[in-house]
């Protein structure tokens, strides 16, 4: 199945919320969802028994932690569960990478794709999130006319004692 295939078999309850408006969280379900197969694929041999609950839990810790943060009032706060988001994205990346002597090249490719897609989209997300924190309202700040002898053109010329 591919990601417009999928689309529209995701129930109107989830499509509904704004948070479906988010890219990456609807890339993080796909990638949950179609993880399913693949784990089922690495759990019956005895080699990769970890490797596919490691991986399961990591593709699905990404679209959790997206959805977390979203719900969050500060962009503080929303950063911190996007960059968990980010380490998971990272993190099922690799054990896909490491699950490709199971798994066929292709379905390695199909996967690792839209997990890179939402590791730059949420590397855009962390820091506006973050700056909406650091932000300040804009002030207007007066300064009062200073006088200086005619031989110091400005205050950073004129002699200063430390």
Known sequence: MNYREWLVTVPEDIT??????????????????????????????ARTRSLADQLYRAVGSIAANLSEGYSRSSGRARARFYEYALGSAREARGWYFKGRHLLKDDVVFHRIHPLTEIIRLVLVMVPDNRE??????TEEYGTAELEYPAEVRSPFEADVPF
Do not use: N, T
């Not at 919320?17 to 041999?45: C, G, H, I, N, T």
């Open 16 to 45: 509904a919320d704004s948070l479906w408006k988010m890219e990456a969280y609807r890339l993080a379900l796909f990638s949950s969802d179609v993880a399913w197969q693949d784990v089922s694929k690495l759990s019956s041999d």
């Open 132 to 137: 909406l924190m650091l932000r300040e309202e």
